[in-house]
C-alpha cells in the first residue's frame, strides 16, 4: 500500500515541531539533538509501516507514541535515563505505553517549550531561529529566506544556541509567570515570522502553506487564552492572522500562481474571519502602548474591508506604512510604501523612494523591481517596465512567483506591441 505523499508531508510539517516542544518539555533539553533524530527517524518508520499496514486510526497519536518509546528507548542506551525531567514525566517501563493524544498537559508544555526557546542567554534572532527549528519544525532553508542568511550559517547559529542552553537547563524549564511575560514579544515574532512563511512559503511545491499559517493561529490563540500572558499586541497579532487568512482561498488560482489583491475575487473573502479579525482588533485598542501588530493589521483591516480595490484608503494605508517605519525600516517596508504612494496617485513619490532603495540595497528583491515595473507601467514607459519586470524574474524565489511576474511581462509585451 502507498501513502499519500501529501498526506504524510502535511502530518510532518503539523506534528514534527509540536512533538519536538513536548518531548523536549518532557526529557530536557539536553537531549534536543536525540530527539530531533527520534522524530525524524519515527516519521522513517511511519512511512515504511504505514506503506505496508494501511494509516492508523490516530496518525497523530500514534507518532507521538512511537516517537516517546524511541526517546526513552535511546536515552537507556545512552545510559541517560537518569537524566529525564520527573517534573513532566513518570517513571517508565520498557512496556510502557505514552497516550499521544492531546491532552490536558500537552498545551502547557509546549506553550512552556516556546518561551524556553527564547531564553535571555540568546540574541534575539538566534531565539526566533531556535523556536522556528525547534518548536515549529522549520527546516533550516525556509529560516535562512527569513532572516536572508545561507542555510549554513542557520545550521552554525542554532548549534551555538543549543550549546549555550544546554549548559543552563533551568532556563529552558523553570519559568515564572514574569519570565514569560518578558518573552512574550519574541515569541509573539516568532509566530508572525511562522505565519508568513505558511503564507508565502519558500519550501515545497504549494505558494501557501495552510499548516504552517494554522500552526501560528493556534499557538497564538492558546496565549490569548491564558490569563497571564494575554495583552493587546497579542490580540492585534491575531488581527493580522486573521484579516491575512480571510484572503487565503482568493489568492492564488487553480495552477497556485499567485493573484493579486487587485484582481480577487472579494466574494472568496472569508467574512466570519474577516468579522473576528475586527474584534481582535478592537480588543487590542486597549493598551497605550502601540505595536507594529497593531500598524500592520490596520493595514491588513483596511484592505479587507474595502468593497472594491478602487475604495481601498490608500491615504490611511500611507499614514499606517509610515508609523510602521519607526518599528521596520527595512526595504520590505518601504517598497509596500512606495507601492500605496503609487496607487493613491502619487507616483512621482513612488518612484523617488524605489529608486533611492534600488541605489542603496546590496540585496536583490524581487518585489522592489516589481514594484518599480508596475510604477513605470502607471506612466507608460512600457519597455522600462518591462526590464523591471525581467530583472524581477530573474531574482523570484519561487516557481509560482516567477509564473506571476512572468504574466505581468507578457501582457506588457502584447500592451506594446505596434498595432
Known sequence: MKVNNQLFDHLF??????????????????????????????????????????????????????????????????????????????????????????????KAIQLKALFGCCSPLLGVKAQIMLTLKLVCGFGDKEIASAFFMGS????????????????????????????????????????????????STTNGEQEINADLCFEAMRLTEWI???????????????????FQFARFEARVDAKGTPISIEDQNRELWHKELIHRGLTHQKLSRKTDTLSRFHIESGIASIHCTASTYADTDWERIIDLYHHLLSFDDSIQVETGLAIALCEHGEVDKSLILLKKLESKSSNQFSVLFAALGRVHTKIGELEKAKSYYTVAIEYSKTRFERAYLEEKLANLTLKSMPR
Not at 225 to 239: E, G, I, P
Open 13 to 106: 510539517r503539523q506534528q514534527s515541531g509540536k512533538m519536538a516542544s513536548i518531548l523536549i518539555g518532557r526529557f530536557g533539553f539536553n537531549n534536543a539533538e536525540v530527539i530531533e533524530d527520534v522524530i525524524q527517524d519515527t516519521f522513517y518508520t511511519a512511512l515504511r509501516l504505514w506503506g505496508m499496514k494501511g494509516i492508523p486510526e490516530n496518525p497523530e497519536a500514534w507518532l507521538m507514541k512511537v516517537a516517546t518509546n524511541k526517546t526513552i528507548n535511546e536515552l537507556k542506551k545512552r545510559g541517560r535515563h537518569k537524566e529525564l525531567n520527573k517534573q513532566f514525566v513518570p517513571a517508565f517501563s520498557e512496556e510502557s505505553e505514552i497516550v499521544g493524544a492531546i491532552d490536558h498537559q500537552e
Open 152 to 199: 549554513a550559517a542557520v545550521r552554525k547559529a542554532i548549534y551555538r544556541s543549543k550549546i549555550t542552553l544546554k549548559e543552563h537547563q533551568n532556563y529552558f524549564l523553570e519559568l515564572t509567570d514574569k519570565d514569560l511575560q518578558q518573552r512574550l514579544p519574541i515569541v509573539e515574532m516568532v509566530l508572525y515570522l511562522m505565519f508568513n512563511e505558511g503564507y
Open 224 to 242: 490569548i487564552d491564558d490569563k497571564v500572558l494575554c495583552n493587546a499586541s497579542t490580540h492585534a497579532l491575531f488581527a493580522l492572522m486573521l
